[in-house]
């Protein structure tokens, strides 16, 4: 039962981290307010929200599946204090620091409407801490973490991000992003 365990959370984590890239990626897309091929924009969104979503479950099992190992002895202090989990308390700390980051991310995202666009947006930009904050510590709490085919995963997930957030610091993405938040600030003012 604990090598199931065990295996489920190595491969829960793998899974959670593929899909929160997917997430950052189709979040910047979505910001740049472009469609991609073949789907419209509106559909960017709602497909970013919804793996968004599959992140956050995978995370979830994830955490929970490493709970009841006996090997990994996480407790609920390890989950949401940093620094203190008894195995490789660096490494597991940077993923407790990326958990509690998604569990800002997500509640705000709940609370939106209640806290304001400017309160979401600014709590929002801390993906951008969250995401590597992830993959460094899968690389180093992980069990395959400094494998080759794990190695290789995480920079071209790390590849893909970059290659994206320097598309969304072009003049060309912030002029777009502009002219979009003119329009979303007209849609605020006319509700």
Do not use: C
Not at 70 to 80: E, G, Q, Y
Not at 91 to 108: C, P
């Amino acid at each position: 039962m604990n090598e199931m365990l065990w295996a489920f959370g190595r491969a829960s984590g793998v899974i959670a981290l593929i899909l929160f890239t997917v997430t950052v990626l189709l979040g910047i897309v979505t910001r740049s307010g472009r469609p991609l091929p073949g789907m419209p924009r509106f559909s960017v969104s709602l497909v970013h929200r919804n793996v968004s979503l599959l992140a956050v479950v995978f995370l979830v099992l994830h955490v929970g599946t490493l709970m009841f190992d006996s090997f990994a002895k996480l407790n609920p202090i390890d989950v949401v204090v940093p620094f203190v989990g008894s195995f490789k308390p660096f490494w597991q700390g940077l993923g407790t620091v990326a958990f509690d980051l998604v569990a800002a991310i997500v509640i705000t995202g709940l609370l939106r409407r209640r806290i304001g666009q400017r309160a979401f947006r600014f709590v929002h930009w801390f993906t951008y801490a969250m995401w590597p904050i992830a993959v460094v510590h899968a690389i180093g709490n992980g069990t395959n973490g400094t494998s080759g085919w794990f190695l290789l995963l995480a920079a071209g997930s790390a590849l893909l991000v970059l290659a994206a957030v320097i598309w969304r610091a072009s003049a060309g993405f912030l002029e777009h992003a502009q002219t979009r938040r003119i329009a979303d600030v007209y849609r605020e003012e006319t509700r």
